[in-house]
């Protein structure tokens, strides 16, 4: 009964959720390396990269302010909510894929020669598909509805990854026709949130321009933050598919140790979804004691998580990245070790970002992240352009990092009292009553 109870717990359907999406997430990553040349490669990885960065803008000014206020919100409130969301989501999603359009057409021969032009081909059109399944993920996270975002996700990642492998084996399209199914896929995805009601179109007749402008005035800082922690990830393959001397293939083999950290944002997506809510209603009810409990036990138990894995990752480097890319992406090694010691600095920087959030203080998280977005793209900038090397951008990494986390420790230290050395004795405390209690 008590496994059943764990099995069924917001934290493990959480963790399921983002971890069957990084699995399919990884699968997706192994086959297109073996399907594609690393030229080839490098274009699909600007494309996705490019793709996830203005879904970022079209989610990111609504969805943490839509959580926010949803949590708790009566029925009535409720809708205007949801309605008022559909509604700017509508109006961006119109603007963005017109403006792409609008700069093909005018820079049409740099763009089909440059390694962005599956982006500038594509994304209009995979802007309007996959709106009402990103709106409806939206909605069951401020619900809580985990096992319905775990399905979502199987269906969008999983179904991807069957054709691939079936390309592989089989059919051997080329990267056209590939693009062309994930689209499908999208659709597919889409469609099937709109027919179970997930997506709650229908509410979008209702909607205030009032709460359309609370939404705003909250997402606008939290859009920063979001922008700005994807620039920090996304900022190092832009740069690099700008230089003429290092290009699409230098994106590619940079994609392989960028991988590997993928697999950190798992716990930490998974423990964020739980934890930001609880943290916004300790602070509703001004619960300082419960907010500082929660800062130490959810960045304490993921920082001690992650040490075992990353030494597994230093010491095995050959081998994750033989199995992720082939032997192709060999000469990304000592990237790859790099980003081994970029994780250990991952939970704290992450936690102190959201715990911000969660204090009505998204404006001290946005300069928080802006600091680390400058710190990378200028040191990005150094790294390739005077440089050309891709190791540099990766040490960039750990130092926009450290600045993120003194940063963030500094500003959250405003809002309530707390020791450092005292995350790391929590996280074990934790950690040890767990095993007891297992045990």
């Not at 709460?211 to 939290?222: E, N, P, R, T, W």
Request: glycine share 6%.
């Amino acid at each position: 009964m008590e496994v059943k109870k764990v099995l069924k717990s917001n934290n493990i359907l959480s963790l399921a959720g983002n971890f069957s999406a990084a699995i399919f997430g990884f699968l997706s990553f192994m086959l297109l390396t073996r399907i594609t040349t690393t030229d080839t490669f490098g274009k699909w990885v600007l494309f996705i990269t490019s793709s996830t960065f203005v879904e970022m803008f079209r989610f990111g000014i609504t969805r943490v302010a839509l959580i926010k206020y949803l949590s708790g919100a009566p029925e009535e409130e409720r809708i205007i909510l949801i309605g008022s969301n559909w509604t700017i989501g509508i109006f961006l999603t119109i603007t963005i894929s017109l403006l792409l359009v609008i700069i093909r057409f005018l820079f049409k021969s740099s763009i089909d020669q440059s390694g962005f032009v599956y982006f500038f081909q594509w994304y209009p059109l995979l802007a309007f598909i996959n709106l009402p399944f990103n709106n409806a993920l939206s909605v069951l996270q401020a619900d809580m509805k985990f096992f319905k975002i775990l399905l979502i996700r199987l269906v969008n990642t999983g179904v991807f990854v069957i054709f691939l492998f079936f390309d592989l084996l089989y059919f051997k399209w080329g990267v056209e026709k590939i693009v062309t199914v994930y689209l499908l896929v999208n659709l597919f995805t889409s469609l099937m949130t709109i027919f179970l009601g997930w997506d709650n179109i229908k509410l979008a007749k209702y909607y205030d321009i009032n709460v359309i402008k609370k939404i705003l005035h909250y997402g606008k800082f939290s859009l920063g933050t979001l922008i700005g922690t994807n620039l920090l990830k996304s900022a190092d393959t832009f740069i690099i598919g700008m230089s003429p001397v290092l290009g699409t293939t230098a994106v590619a083999l940079f994609s392989v140790p960028i991988k590997m950290t993928e697999i950190l944002e798992v716990p930490l997506r998974s423990f964020v979804a739980t934890y930001f809510p609880r943290m916004s209603k300790a602070h509703r009810n001004g619960n300082t004691n419960e907010l500082r409990r929660l800062f130490y036990s959810y960045s304490g138990v993921t920082s001690l998580l992650f040490i075992p894995f990353l030494l597994v990752c230093f010491f095995m480097a050959n081998q994750v990245i033989l199995v992720l890319g082939g032997k192709e992406y060999l000469s990304s090694l000592p990237v790859f070790y790099v980003f081994c010691i970029y994780g250990l600095f991952l939970p704290i920087d992450r936690f102190t970002g959201v715990a911000l959030d969660s204090v009505n203080k998204p404006d001290r998280n946005f300069y928080k992240v802006l600091a680390m977005a400058l710190v990378n793209i200028i040191g990005d900038a150094i790294a390739v352009f005077y440089f050309n090397s891709i190791l540099g951008v990766a040490i960039v990494t750990i130092v926009m990092t450290i600045v993120g986390v003194f940063v963030g420790l500094y500003q959250l230290k405003k809002e309530f009292p707390f020791k450092i050395r005292m995350v790391f004795i929590s996280g074990f405390q934790t950690i040890l009553s767990r095993i007891k209690k297992a045990i």
